[in-house]
């Protein structure tokens, strides 16, 4: 029934088995792999890298951080590549049971490289996982989550002065990952905290 009345599937790292259930059944359309790239889903709140990491944390499954102990073990000690408010605290959100979720630095040319790297490596070369392309979740079109409805806001974020520089980082973010995950992937998005002002979503 599912390949009969969709168009294209979204599924996460580890679906793989029913997404080919569902193209033996007939489905012929994209099959896409979810990830969200603006956030990584991590242990705590942690204010900083000074507080201790919790190393057996395992991350979703549907974020660029999934295995356990990898968001201790690559992220914590790079403070530079979270968003902080105005207290120097790294910004973050709880979303329903799936826990805290913090907020990355697309102006951070390493934070860009790392994602970029493995978000390349699920859709191209020997470790590629055989969707055929990926939905890019949670790009966002303004400050407007960050300073007005993430858990620890106060109204600013440290490495942004303004919309348009946001806005610029997250142009150059999507492009390397465009550039990592080559000329011929599927790349969809889903695009978030729009001013409705009708002329965001052009950088991108």
Not at 10 to 15: H, S, V
Not at 39 to 51: D, I, L
Not at 156 to 165: C, I, N
Request: hydrophobic share 40%; charged share 20%.
């Amino acid at each position: 029934m599912l390949a009969e009345r969709v168009d294209f599937i979204t599924l996460t790292y580890g679906d793989e088995a029913y997404r080919d259930a569902v193209r033996l059944a007939g489905f012929d359309g994209p099959i896409l792999q979810y990830l969200s790239v603006g956030q990584v889903n991590g242990p705590g709140p942690y204010r900083n890298s000074n507080v201790a990491c919790d190393e057996g944390f395992e991350p979703l499954r549907n974020g660029i951080v999934r295995e356990a102990g990898s968001f201790c073990g690559d992220l914590h000690r790079h403070e530079d590549w979270f968003l902080h408010n105005g207290a120097g605290e790294r910004l973050y959100s709880v979303v329903g049971v799936t826990g805290v979720w913090y907020h990355m630095n697309p102006a951070n040319a390493e934070w860009r490289t790392y994602a970029s790297q493995r978000i390349a490596r699920d859709i191209i070369g020997p470790e590629a996982l055989g969707y055929d392309g990926l939905l890019l979740d949670n790009v966002e079109l303004s400050l407007k989550k960050l300073t007005d409805q993430v858990e620890n806001r106060d109204g600013t974020v440290l490495e942004f002065a303004s919309d348009a520089d946001y806005q610029s980082a997250w142009a150059t973010y999507l492009g390397q990952i465009r550039a990592s995950a080559g000329p011929e992937t599927q790349l969809w998005a889903n695009m978030v905290s729009d001013l409705n002002i009708g002329s965001t979503w052009a950088l991108y």
